[in-house]
């Protein structure tokens, strides 16, 4: 059974997961917060997840109950995202695979969070409204590969609501989206 460890930290969330054969295994995750109405700069958000990543990944593999010499395949997330963090991610990623001699992935954003919706779901040829801070997209699986029939070229459906959030000062705790979401439950 394969085992694969990946590092996702493309924006202000950063989180490293464990799977073994479509069955997660572990995945603590931290968020950068920043005051209501504050939007999170690139250098912050890094700065904030080079300072919790190493104590993630501990949490990462004792949560699945591993080690080092029981993980197989290392993933990070490549991009799209934001540069500073996406950067440090790559940079544990890369030194854990040295380390511990295990193989390299870098694995597309968008792609990640459609995938691991195709194992919940067990869709096997979904048509997706891909919607993240900085992307969306209408995407569809097919013999094996994605096809984008469309997307955003100014300003994201995610990113709109990130800034509405901040207009309005809701927190970002746990996300702009979400918070949005309840009030309008309200």
Known sequence: ????????????????????????????????ITPPGQGFMPSDTARHHRAVILTVLKEALEQAGLKPADIDCVAYTKGPGMGAPLVTVALVARTVAQLWGKPLLGVNHCIGHIEMGRLITQANNPTVLYVSGGNTQVIAYLER?????????????????????RVIKISNDPSPGYNIEQMAKK
């Open 145 to 165: 590969r994605y096809r984008i029939f469309g997307e955003t070229i100014d300003i994201a459906v995610g990113n709109c609501l990130d800034r509405f959030a």
């Open 1 to 32: 059974m394969t085992v694969v460890i990946g590092f996702e930290g493309s924006a202000n969330k950063i989180g490293i997961g464990i799977i073994r054969d479509g069955e997660v295994l572990s995945n603590p995750r931290r968020t950068y």
